[in-house]
C-alpha cells in the first residue's frame, strides 16, 4: 500500500455490510457514507456529494450497479466511479467503463486491498476535478469556447482549487493563505474563497479555514 492513505469523503454502494466495513478499515484515511441500493444512494447523494463513488453490482432489493451507473453519472457527473464486482463478464466491465455514463475503474472481487487503495487515491487525485480542468483547458487550446476573461478566470480558478484540494488533503494544519496567494499570484481573498467553495462542496474541512482568514 501506499505510504500516505488516500483521503477524502467516499459513498459505498454496497449491500454486505461486511464488505462495506472492508472497505472503511482499508480507506482508513477516508470518511464514507454507505448506502445498500439505489433509494439510499440517491438519498445520500442529496445530502452530501461525495469524492469518489464505490459501486457495488449486486444491491440490495434487486437493484444493479450497472442499472444505477446512468442515474449517478447524470447528478454527479464529475465524482468517478469505482465499481467493484465478483460477476460481472469481461463484456460486462467493458461495457461499463464505455460511453459517455461509463466507470473510470472496475475491480474485481475478491478485492486486492492494495489496488483498491492505489485505485482510491488515483481517482481522488486525477479524476473529477482534475478531468474537468483538463477538458477545460482543451476546448481553451482548440478555441471552442472563447478565451475572454471571464472563461479564462473561471479555469484558472477551477485549477487552482484542484491544485488546493490535492495538496492540503494530507496536510493537518491550517495553510498559509498569504504564502498561497503570493504563489498563485492572486490575493488573499481570491485564495479564502477557494478554500470556502472546497469546504462547502465537502472536500475539505471547516477547520482548514482559521478564524482570521474568514
Known sequence: MSTVPPRGHLLIVEDE???ARLYQQA??????????NRTEALTHIGRRMPELILL???LAGGDTGLGLLPE????????PVVIVSGTLAITEQIRALS???????????PVDLDVLETTVATALRECGLGEAVAALRSLERAE???????????????ERQHTLLNRLRDVPERPNVSQLAKEFGVDR????????DLIARGQLPPS???RDDE
Do not use: M, N
Open 144 to 158: 471552442l469556447i472563447e478565451a475572454g476573461d471571464r472563461e479564462r478566470l473561471f479555469t484558472e480558478r477551477l
Open 99 to 109: 460511453g459517455p455514463h461509463g466507470a473510470h475503474y472496475v475491480i474485481e472481487k
Open 17 to 19: 455490510p461486511v464488505q
Open 56 to 58: 457495488d453490482h449486486i
Open 189 to 196: 481573498r481570491s485564495i479564502r474563497r477557494d478554500l470556502q
Open 27 to 36: 480507506l482508513r484515511g477516508c470518511t464514507f457514507d454507505w448506502a445498500r
Open 208 to 210: 482548514i479555514l482559521g
Open 72 to 79: 449517478l453519472k447524470r447528478i454527479a457527473a464529475h465524482v
